[in-house]
């Protein structure tokens, strides 16, 4: 009975892990995959590994968890990008020669 509730979490994992990548919301995947942690601790119980499961639980479901929603709710406040802006450095030096070339020579 275990082995079938091993497979069917693992299958459910690489499920999860599939549709946070496809997923096209950044909030959605992080939920995501805290719930994949969640359930990748559970996996690591069910094959007697509790200390690897704690570890998963706190530093996997939790901090990784905060971190990512603080990155997005930092990244929400940020300022966009100008659309003049150069996006490379070759864009940046592109730019450079156009002026240098549109400035009158005395």
């Known amino acids: 009975m275990t082995t079938w509730i091993v497979l069917f979490i693992s ?3 690489i499920t999860m892990a599939l ?3 496809f997923s096209r919301s950044l909030a959605s ?3 995501i ?3 994949l942690s969640l359930f ?4 690591f119980v069910l094959v007697a590994a509790p200390d690897v499961a704690i570890t998963e639980a706190a530093i ?10 603080l990155a997005l ?5 940020a300022p966009s990008a100008d659309s003049r802006s150069p996006k490379n450095m070759a864009d940046e ?6 002026s240098v070339q549109e400035v009158p020579h005395a």
Do not use: E, H, P, Q
């Open 93 to 98: 030096s592109g730019n450079a020669a156009r």
């Open 73 to 77: 709710y930092r990244t929400k406040d």
């Open 29 to 31: 995947a992080v939920i």
């Open 11 to 13: 299958v459910l994992l």
């Open 60 to 69: 996997g479901s939790a901090l990784t968890t905060v971190v990512f929603v």
């Open 19 to 21: 549709a946070a990548v």
């Open 40 to 43: 990748a601790a559970l996996l």
């Open 33 to 35: 995959l805290s719930t």
